[in-house]
Nanobody
Framework: QVQLVESGGGLVQPGGSLRLSCAPSGSTFSIYAMGWYRQAPGKQRELVATITTDGSTKYADSVMGRFTISRDNAKNTVYLQMNSLNLEDTAVYYC????????????WGQGTQVTVSS
């Protein structure tokens, strides 16, 4: 069973930065494509950014150029660097791990709150 432990959320002013971290435990990190999703109050969960096992990335249009997803396989950690945060970025951010070899399974973290407020 894979457990995803997220950290790095908090309260930040508009224009500020935060870095989220997610460290899966219980399996080999390099066989998982990783992603960050978010869910704002009253809205559906949406994709923020993903990174494949070989480092290819994809971003939602709303965060392109402001957020950067990266992974460090030696540290078994995926990061989401968030810059130029605005009020619309306020949400619970979830880490996702998708296994790329059979059995195809995916896992979710419990979420970390990011609040952008002046």
């Amino acid at each position: 069973q894979v457990q995803l432990v997220e950290s790095g959320g908090g309260l930040v002013q508009p224009g500020g930065s935060l870095r989220l971290s997610c460290a899966p435990s219980g399996s080999t990190f390099s066989i998982y494509a990783m992603g960050w999703y978010r869910q704002a109050p009253g809205k559906q969960r949406e994709l923020v950014a993903t990174i494949t096992t070989d480092g290819s990335t994809k971003y939602a249009d709303s965060v392109m150029g402001r957020f950067t997803i990266s992974r460090d396989n030696a540290k078994n950690t995926v990061y989401l660097q968030m810059n130029s945060l605005n009020l619309e970025d306020t949400a619970v951010y979830y880490c996702n791990a998708e296994r790329v070899i059979p059995p195809m399974e995916d896992y979710w973290g419990q979420g970390t709150q990011v609040t952008v407020s002046s």
